[in-house]
């Protein structure tokens, strides 16, 4: 008898290209985790009619609607309950959550960055890796912690910077490269071979 599947949820602010690299390697018979649902924090992120157009449940909450950070997880929450995922993947999800928020999915909750942390944690990564004077960039995927872009890495994958690359275009060739590790890397955590150790 086969495993199930791992239920994943997927949050995203905007067009999510990374939620549909998501979505394209869930169709995979053999793929151990399946996308139940997209959420995004505002209702005009381009990634719902994407998921909505591939028969994925979908739900927004606008944070500006809410106060508190603490009430935005809340609703956030109300919809998760409703899909009952194994894990969160974000996608491009331009909020930063509460410590109580990300130790309640520690281990569970996984997040893309294109650089190669620890290395240009944050906002423009592209632009400050090039301004560093690196000679190699990337994408890393990482477990959730309270600490913006610190939590354990699971997968990076590299591409060179080449003169006169522009945050643009080194943005770009990360990009392809995120739409390749981000699925391995949730494929490795829904099979059970990898695991937080923070």
């Known amino acids: 008898m086969t495993e199930p599947k791992k239920r994943v949820a997927i949050l995203i602010s905007g067009r999510g290209s990374n939620m549909t690299a998501l979505i394209e390697a869930a169709k995979a018979p053999d793929y151990p985790a399946e996308i139940v649902g997209v959420f995004a924090n505002k209702p005009d ?22 106060p508190s950070r603490t009430g935005f997880e809340l609703a956030l929450s109300d919809v998760l309950k409703l899909w009952r995922p194994d894990f969160i993947a974000l996608a491009g999800f331009m909020r930063l959550f509460t410590p109580e928020f990300t130790e309640k999915w520690q281990g569970r909750m996984l997040n893309v960055h294109p650089a190669l942390l620890p290395l240009h ?16 960039s990337g ?57 937080f150790a923070g």
């Open 121 to 136: 944690k944050g906002l423009h990564p592209q632009q400050q890796a090039i301004d560093a004077g690196d000679s190699e």
């Open 139 to 195: 994408c890393t995927v990482h477990f959730v912690t309270a600490g913006t872009d610190e939590g354990p890495t699971i997968l990076q994958r590299r591409v060179p910077i080449l003169p006169g690359d522009t945050a643009e275009t080194l943005g770009a060739r990360i990009l392809v490269e995120e739409h390749i590790a981000y699925p391995e890397a949730l494929a490795m955590l829904a099979r059970g071979e990898v695991s």
């Open 45 to 66: 992120a381009g990634g719902l009619q994407i998921a909505a157009g591939q028969g994925i449940a979908t739900a927004w909450r606008w944070h500006k609607d809410y």
